[in-house]
């Protein structure tokens, strides 16, 4: 199998701890400098974000994923502690999620009437 692909513009601090996870863990890998919703980034990432991972069949976008993924995949030390991580499936999910559903359409945990994270129409 080649090597492991990391998409993405070297200046994003997602994409560097992507490559701290590879220099950690000693992962051969390949940086393929790509902007935000560009062909090759949207092939992996269906939002078109930044760091998206190629390696073999295997497509994965997000940075927490991705960690998790070459953490549990590749040998070297242990940078996540494996009972307290989500497979890198559900961190993809559960980033997926964070970054990208509007606060508005999460309920406000405080459960506040004049939070930011409500509609203003909701505000009181």
């Known amino acids: 199998m080649s090597k492991p692909q990391i998409i993405g513009a070297s200046q994003s601090n997602f994409v560097w701890v992507t490559r701290i996870v590879t220099t950690e863990k000693q992962v051969d890998h390949e940086l393929i400098p790509a902007l935000p919703h560009t062909p090759v980034v949207d092939a992996c990432h269906p939002l078109g974000k930044i760091p998206a991972l190629r ?45 990208n559903v509007p606060a508005f359409a999460r309920p406000c945990p405080r459960r506040c009437r004049h939070c930011s994270c409500r509609p203003r129409a909701e505000r009181h």
């Not at 976008?61 to 960690?67: F, K, L, M, Q, V």
């Open 55 to 99: 390696y073999g069949e295997l497509r994965l976008g997000e940075s927490r994923a991705i960690c998790a993924y070459l953490d549990r995949a590749f040998a070297g030390p242990t940078l996540i502690l494996r009972q307290c991580s989500p497979t890198p499936a559900t961190s993809w999910l559960i980033s997926t999620i964070i970054c």
